[in-house]
């Protein structure tokens, strides 16, 4: 701050071997070739090295495959190190370090010692502690719906009740009494042909979000698998927000395309695609395959590869086509309603496993049908879902929040600082979380107002592209954040973080025991510490008896590398373990899980 935000570099302890050896070799070297990763940090790098060498005569090149045909494009076309892209890196990380050492501090005099803040994580928090919120907050409302099984010529299917709100069971009953001696008559029968366009090619985000889905892969995960087949030359770079594809590529998959299916399958025209991102470069691409045919690979890298593959080729193909019916049935005077789908033409959905569409039987106008049974049903409204690392990315990207190089970061650092916890795919805010949360609310809202984080991205983006100089963007934000500080380390109040009480009781004193953070993770203490120090280690029951001694009950445990499994609380008696989350009433025989 003293010299108006430029940071002071040196070299990492350790590494004054590693650098000597740099310089050595730049030495020797006719030629200096710095081909570091094609984006913000990739260029950092670059201008780290130049530094560090010392030698002005350089080529910087970049390209977005490790291939042949890539490295000899982007020899062809050297370049300089692109300065705002270096300035909008350093920008980015002056400012998170600018709000997490001026914030951390704060928090262990009002909340408690160790504890950190981000700029961008808190943000992530706070989506995760309101979402939690709302869930409390909800009640759930009673409702009821109504089906009709009819018959017409030899057929059934179901339609379902509509404009017609039952909030009861007894209003339920009184509608399944009256409708049992009405006429159903067929008033309008509709069809029309409807299209479904494939999805865009992956971006990080998006495949993040896919293989969380699929796969229940982490986002960190994900891009360790992804970066092992970019540095493999099977991929192209996997840290994008584009939806582009070059023209080479596109020109190729739909050769495949008809080679692999027919020409009907090719669309007249190729498919393109919008980027939604404001920052996403022309000449940044999306996630695609370098090649097509048999590859050999790990379990997991295949899986990867084979989904940025189809969804690749997906993005290239024809159309499905549906035929879809909708038939309005009058029942007195309330109306049903039954809907049809049949595929015409599979298109792209060709590469893809599909759900049978739901046929209906040829009707027609006025025509009576037979009234089979009536089906009420009882529902509740349900509150908005838990968050999952796929939909939090959604959300984040949504909001403008985070780019791909942070998405996967983001999700490790709340969960690894104790502020968010995953139980069953789902992230929830700890207590910890809360209370740092709402801290942060009650005195910096501003900082963790969803439009200001997203601004600051854009304004990131603006240094990016050579539209601003990054110190401004600096000062401005931390002028008003300076004072701020200073007013809220004097007057705000100090911030409980609520104990959670556990069923356990302490085996020594008999007090209850609570739930405590430490470094590795929640546990149990005593409630009478410092007076009993006794401590266990924090089981997670999910109310489901062991599915193989049938005694002890099933419990939540975690690898070393903080992979969740299922257990039995009897080990090491029972050695039961599964990865997925076994269901009461099953039982394990040597060929895996049965019906009891």
């Known amino acids: 701050m003293e010299k108006n935000f430029t940071p002071d570099y040196g070299i990492s302890k350790g590494k004054e071997e590693k650098v000597k050896e740099l310089k050595d070799l730049a030495e020797k070297a006719k030629t200096i070739i710095l081909a570091t990763d094609p984006d913000r940090e990739g260029e950092a790098i670059s201008w780290h090295i130049a530094a560090i060498i010392g030698k002005k005569d350089y080529q910087r090149i970049t390209f977005h495959e490790i291939t042949e045909t ?3 494009e982007a020899l062809k076309n050297p370049a300089k190190i692109n300065m705002a892209l270096v300035d909008a890196q350093q920008a980015r990380r002056i400012l998170d370090r600018l709000v997490g050492y001026k914030l951390s501090p704060i928090l262990w005099r009002k909340v408690r010692r160790g504890l950190s803040a981000g700029r961008v994580q808190s943000v992530a928090v706070r ?5 939690e919120k709302e869930i409390k907050a909800f009640i759930p409302v009673e409702y009821w719906e109504l089906e009709a099984k009819l018959g017409a010529e030899g057929a059934e299917f179901v339609a379902k009740l509509i404009k017609t709100e039952i909030k009861t069971k007894d209003e339920a009953d009184n509608l399944v ?16 042909e409807v299209r ?3 999805s865009p090619p992956f971006t990080t985000s998006t495949l993040q979000q896919a293989a969380s889905n699929l796969f229940g892969w982490t986002a960190k995960r994900t891009m360790q698998i992804a970066q092992n087949l970019y540095e493999e030359g099977l991929i192209t770079y996997h840290r994008t927000d584009s939806t582009n594809l070059a023209t080479e590529a596109i020109t190729q998959v739909r050769e495949y395309i008809k080679s692999q299916f027919t020409e009907k399958y090719v669309p007249a025209t190729p498919n393109l695609y919008r980027t939604k991102s404001k920052v996403a470069q022309e000449a940044h691409e999306a996630i695609r395959p370098t090649g097509f045919g048999e590859i050999s690979l790990e379990r997991d890298q295949k899986r990867l590869y084979e989904l940025i593959s189809k969804r690749f080729m997906a ?10 019916t909708s038939v309005d049935i009058t029942a007195g005077d309330y ?20 759900e049978p569409g739901e046929t209906l039987p040829r009707l027609s106008k006025d025509e009576v049908l037979k009234l089979l049974q009536l089906l009420p049903s009882q529902h509740f409204t349900q509150p908005p879902p838990r968050y999952t690392e796929a939909s939090l990315i959604k959300a984040l990207e949504e909001y403008g929040i985070g780019r791909p190089s942070t998405y996967a970061p983001i999700i490790s650092t709340i969960q690894e600082r104790q502020y968010v916890e995953k139980e069953d795919k789902k992230l929830m805010p700890t207590a910890l979380g809360i209370a740092v949360n ?5 005195n910096f809202a501003n900082i963790l107002d969803y439009q200001f984080t997203a601004n600051m991205e854009n304004g990131l983006d603006d240094i990016a592209n050579g539209e601003k100089e990054w110190v401004p963007v600096i000062r401005d934000f931390y002028t008003p954040f300076e004072a701020q500080l200073k007013t809220v380390g004097d007057t705000a109040q100090r911030v409980k973080v609520e104990t959670e009480i556990s069923d356990e009781i302490c085996t020594k004193c008999g007090s209850p025991m ?3 953070i430490g470094r590795f993770g929640k546990f149990l203490a005593c409630s009478k510490f410092p007076d009993c120090k006794t401590t266990k280690s924090l089981i997670k029951r999910i109310e489901v008896k062991c599915p193989k001694c049938q005694t002890g009950d099933v419990i939540i445990k975690k690898t070393k590398s903080k992979k969740t499994f299922y257990g039995c609380s009897n080990y090491p008696n029972c050695d039961f373990a599964s990865w997925t989350k076994p269901k009461d009433g099953l039982l394990t025989t040597d060929s895996g899980l049965q019906k009891k």
């Open 514 to 516: 609570l739930v405590r």
């Open 335 to 354: 109306i049903f309603r039954a809907n049809g789908l049949n595929i015409l033409f599979d298109g792209w959905q060709k590469l893809f496993e599909r």
């Open 127 to 131: 989506l995760i502690a309101e979402r």
């Open 177 to 192: 009494q009256n409708l049992n001696g009405a006429d159903f008559k067929v008033r309008e029968v509709t069809t029309k």
């Open 438 to 442: 709402e801290f942060l609310m009650d």
């Open 70 to 72: 890539a490295i000899k």
């Open 315 to 324: 993005s290239q193909m024809a159309d499905a086509i549906y035929e879809q």
């Open 196 to 198: 479904r366009s494939p």
